[in-house]
T-cell receptor, first 112, second 114 residues
Framework: SQQGEEDPQALSIQEGENATMNCSYK?????LQWYRQNSGRGLVHLIL?????REKHSGRLRVTLDTSKKSSSLLITASRAADTASYFC????????????FGKGTKLSVKP | SQTIHQWPATLVQPVGSPLSLECTVE??????LYWYRQAAGRGLQLLFY??????ISSEVPQNLSASRPQDRQFILSSKKLLLSDSGFYLC?????????????FGEGSRLTVL
């Protein structure tokens, strides 16, 4: 399977702490994306990192990509209770359809 | 700006009954359209995608079918629902020919088959 795998499956932290989630995949990619899903809602795109990039920032989010290890990490700094959600990585293997392969997600709980 | 609408949001159906979930996109032309299913606590499974009117690709053989009667309309159907069809169904779109594959999701439809 080409599916990405997130680690850990669940993460519980206190407000103000940093949260780190990891994603591993199996074959070469065009880009890797991170999405957020609040309970019972649709997914929202957070950030995209291309295969020739190593690090990207967006507000409190920092994403790294190590293509040699076929892995990525998402860091949320100074977490807030509102960051409580599931986070998914999705790998784009190219093709005109732009199909994405999603992992099973990390469920993040930020306690006030 | 682009928006995506998906309905119904919730439905409870008996085994053997038909299903129709509808998705429409506004503010863009010729999008790629997708149906995903998410089982409880699981990732997303791609069911169908479409790159144009009447063009449907199925990723997983199953009890479901999809149709694209208009450019920005995508319908997920079943003639006879099974218990295993229960789940959270998500419609999404992406830019046709775009090389990033970034997806924009609807709010989902939760189906319970009893």
């Amino acid at each position: 399977s080409q599916q990405g795998e997130e680690d850990p499956q669940a993460l519980s932290i206190q407000e103000g702490e940093n949260a780190t989630m990891n994603c591993s995949y199996k074959t070469s990619i065009n880009n890797l994306q991170w999405y957020r899903q609040n309970s019972g809602r649709g997914l929202v795109h957070l950030i995209l990192i291309r295969s020739n990039e190593r690090e990207k920032h967006s507000g409190r989010l920092r994403v790294t990509l190590d293509t040699s290890k076929k892995s990525s990490s998402l860091l949320i700094t100074a977490s807030r209770a509102a960051d409580t959600a599931s986070y998914f990585c999705a790998t784009n293997y190219g093709g005109s359809q732009g199909n994405l392969i999603f992992g099973k997600g990390t469920k993040l709980s930020v306690k006030p | 700006s682009q928006t995506i609408h998906q309905w119904p949001a919730t439905l409870v159906q008996p085994v053997g009954s038909p299903l129709s979930l509808e998705c429409t996109v506004e503010g863009t032309s010729n999008p790629n359209l997708y149906w995903y299913r998410q089982a409880a606590g699981r990732g997303l499974q791609l069911l169908f995608y479409s790159v144009g009117i009447g063009q449907i690709s199925s990723e997983v053989p199953q009890n479901l079918s999809a149709s694209r009667p208009q450019d920005r309309q995508f319908i997920l159907s079943s003639k006879k629902l099974l218990l295993s069809d229960s789940g959270f169904y998500l419609c999404a779109w992406s830019v046709n020919g775009g090389n990033t594959g970034e997806l924009f999701f609807g709010e989902g439809s939760r189906l319970t088959v009893l």
